[in-house]
């Protein structure tokens, strides 16, 4: 299911003393399947951007079309569009309030008007695709569970609706490394395993780095940059104006450059790393 913005402008409270330009005429194309890493500074338009996908906001001028529907159209059902791509906002544990999980991932596909004999398998898809045991899970309160298992709860509610976009705020704000680690993982699997499109805001370069096929960068309300990560890094002063910084590894990697050693620069995790500087080095310790 493909995304398409044509010249969206966002302008909130237009027409007051209080008007405040979010948007400014943002472009670009989203391919079905892609992981697309979506970075800028606090204020650059980011939450704006992700609401307009899913017709949460409207826009001031221009277009957004979902699988070929343009979400302006009248004749378009927002709410159809709502299944297809589901939005996860920041937080999203703070949002449940069933008394079992079962219920709480149900909810959605309840409203959906789905029939309860179906429930079940839904749920148990959902709590699956995020690796929380059904049976073991369903009955108990999502109060009793970690921070990490309840960020779970909540996107299997969103997942229960078996949408083909996904696109999450921060999703791993908050949680611990091994929190972070195992949600990051998850998410790729959701894209390679089952095709889903997933839009992740974040502020970690490490994490776009490493997941994202392509990374939008913005600023100021404009897409500044759009493209692969080795694409998007190689703009450092670009990204430094704008208050970004590269991941650390890859910063690592432009400094040994710098200082005459033979190596890639796109590098942008640790394991990449690691190999690249053994080639170069040959296996041989490298302080000596
Ligand atoms: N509901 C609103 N009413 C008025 N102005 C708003 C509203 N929401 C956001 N803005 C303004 O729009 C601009 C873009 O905000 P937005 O929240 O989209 O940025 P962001 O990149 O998501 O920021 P952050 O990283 O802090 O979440 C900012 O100048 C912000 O003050």
């Known amino acids: 299911m493909s995304i398409v913005v044509r010249h969206l402008t966002h302008i909130y409270m237009q027409g007051t003393p209080f008007e405040s330009i979010a948007l400014s005429d943002v472009s670009f194309e989203i391919s079905a399947g892609e992981f697309v890493g979506l970075i800028g500074h606090t204020g650059s338009g980011k939450s704006t951007l992700i609401q307009h996908l899913n017709g949460l906001l409207k826009p001031t001028s221009g277009s957004v079309i979902i699988d070929g529907v343009d979400l302006s159209d009248k004749s378009t059902r927002i709410k159809d569009i709502r299944h297809k791509v589901g939005l996860v906002f920041q937080y999203p544990e703070q949002q449940l309030f069933e008394e079992t999980i079962y219920k709480d991932i149900a909810f959605g596909p309840i409203n959906m008007g789905i029939p ?12 699956e695709l995020v690796g929380l045991d059904y049976d ?3 009955e108990r ?14 996107l299997a509610g969103v997942l229960a609706m078996n949408p083909e976009i996904l696109i999450l705020d921060e999703p791993t704000a908050g949680l611990d490394p091994v929190g972070r680690e195992a949600l990051l993982t998850m998410l790729k699997e959701l894209q390679i395993k089952n095709g889903i499109t997933i839009i992740m805001v974040s502020h970690s370069m490490e994490d776009v780095a490493r997941l994202a096929d392509r990374i939008m960068v ?4 404009r897409l500044a940059i759009m493209g692969k990560p080795d694409e998007v890094f190689s703009k450092g002063d670009m990204l430094k104006s704008m208050g970004l910084g590269l991941p650390q590894i890859t910063e ?5 450059a710098q200082r005459g050693k033979d190596v890639k620069i796109s590098i942008f995790s640790l394991e990449q790393a690691v190999d690249e500087i053994l080639k170069v080095w040959g296996g041989k310790a490298l302080v000596q």
Do not use: C, W
């Open 116 to 127: 309860e004999q179906r429930l079940p398998d839904m749920v148990r898809y959902a709590m």
């Open 136 to 138: 073991e899970l369903k």
């Open 141 to 154: 309160s999502p109060f009793e569970l970690s921070g990490g298992q309840r960020r779970r709860v909540a």
């Open 218 to 221: 913005m600023n100021k309300g």
């Open 252 to 256: 690592l990697m432009q400094l040994l």
